[in-house]
């Protein structure tokens, strides 16, 4: 594969892997330095590049595994799930607040599930893809993603009932 056929294919979804980075490492940095790595490692494996089917999905398992092993790693002590995308400069302080509060329970919520629910639930509904492909991902059959993402939304659905009927705190 030559320089421009690797940028043109590896590039578009450049983003989708920034965003799986950051949302299994603590910051902007760390994601954007496994993101560096992923792409490094996917830049050496650009002559064997051809033999993969869907270049997306390795670079995704290749990301997940990536930041999975600095999980793992001793330097990985000070490392959390982070996520805080949202920003909108028309919105009143007050909302500001209470968005910033929603997010930081969610984050606290996802923070709380298993691995493979966190896994599941980011690439599901946050990066939009399809069942098939996360199958592919993860290496799970069909109905054991189905399960996963159902119990991870229902662990999400009940904490969030149980803060807004007990406050939070």
């Known amino acids: 594969m030559q320089q421009s056929e690797f940028i043109n294919v590896v590039m578009p979804f450049k983003d989708k892997l920034y965003r799986l980075a950051k949302r ?3 910051s902007k940095e760390e994601a954007e330095d496994a993101t560096q790595e992923v792409l490094l490692k996917l830049w050496s494996k650009n002559e064997s590049m051809g033999e993969y089917k869907n ?6 398992t290749m990301t997940k595994n990536f930041c999975l092993d600095r999980l793992k790693s001793k330097q990985a002590s000070n490392l959390k799930l982070v996520h805080s ?9 007050q909302r500001q607040i209470e968005a910033k509060d929603s997010i ?7 923070e709380a599930l298993p691995e493979q629910q966190k ?5 599901r509904d946050v990066e939009q893809y399809e069942f098939e492909e996360i199958c592919e991902l993860l290496d799970m059959k069909p109905t054991a993603v189905r ?8 662990t999400i659905r009940e904490e969030l009932a149980k803060k807004h009927s007990y406050g939070i705190g």
């Open 119 to 123: 896994m599941v639930l980011q690439l």
């Open 55 to 60: 270049v997306e999905a390795f670079a995704m």
């Open 104 to 110: 930081r329970l969610m984050e606290q919520i996802m």
């Open 147 to 154: 399960v996963t993402l159902s119990r991870a939304r229902k």
């Open 24 to 26: 299994l490492l603590v």
């Open 85 to 93: 995308n949202y920003r909108d400069e028309n919105v009143s302080i």
